[in-house]
């Protein structure tokens, strides 16, 4: 009888086991980075607005069956593939006064937790590299759905991604003193961001 009992208990621990791993597995999902963009704005004499965007960008969500609850997200950002559509000024961005792209090639961004604050609507806490300084930051991310490409057959994810950064927090522009008058300290970043698993599936 114990050992029909051990035998038994031995096969449900199994059983839970397995469950958990397999539920636990996460799928990597890749940016696609020519159907996704990443942009910002900031305020200009506090009447005016600055845009631009982000060109060179790669990234990859790892989630399981759960969805965006239990995600890790990460990306990195290019500094010196800034584009605000002038060049001149596109090149003082890329110096010691602001970005200093030399010293600081990349912005990064690695997810710490995810907060539900609705059925599609999540909160992002992670940290952000930027200017060489780390300053922890949280996204608000807004899952769109998903849906398999006709031709490539794989599935998409789109999200869409908003969230403010203190530029004085990272000294970008500190250094250069016109930009405290001229520059708000409040960046907005926007982003749709698709994504497909690299297995298709």
């Not at 710490?112 to 952000?128: F, P």
């Not at 899952?143 to 398999?148: E, H, L």
Request: with cysteine.
């Amino acid at each position: 009888m114990r050992i029909a009992w051990t035998k038994y208990l031995s096969i449900v621990l199994f059983i839970i086991f397995y469950h958990h791993t397999s539920y636990a597995q996460k799928t990597n999902w890749a940016i696609d980075k020519n159907h996704s963009c990443i942009s910002f704005e900031i305020s200009y004499f506090g009447i005016g607005t600055v845009k631009g965007a982000f060109d060179e960008f790669e990234g990859n969500l790892q989630m399981d069956e759960s969805g965006l609850k239990e995600a890790d997200f990460s990306l990195k950002i290019q500094a010196s593939s800034i584009n605000t559509n002038q060049d001149q000024r596109d090149e003082h961005l890329r110096s010691k006064d602001f970005f200093n792209v030399t010293e600081n090639p990349e912005i990064e961004f690695t997810s710490k937790s995810v907060n539900q604050v609705s059925e599609d609507n999540y909160q992002v806490k992670g940290m952000l590299l930027l200017g060489g300084i780390s300053k922890e930051i949280v996204l608000n991310v807004t899952n769109k759905g998903s849906f398999v490409h006709p031709r490539f057959k794989k599935t998409v994810t789109v999200l869409d991604v908003d969230c403010l950064v203190m530029r004085e927090a990272h000294e970008i522009g500190t250094a250069y003193g016109p930009a405290s008058k001229a520059l708000g300290k409040e960046v907005k970043l926007t982003a749709q961001i698709q994504l497909s698993t690299e297995s298709g599936k």
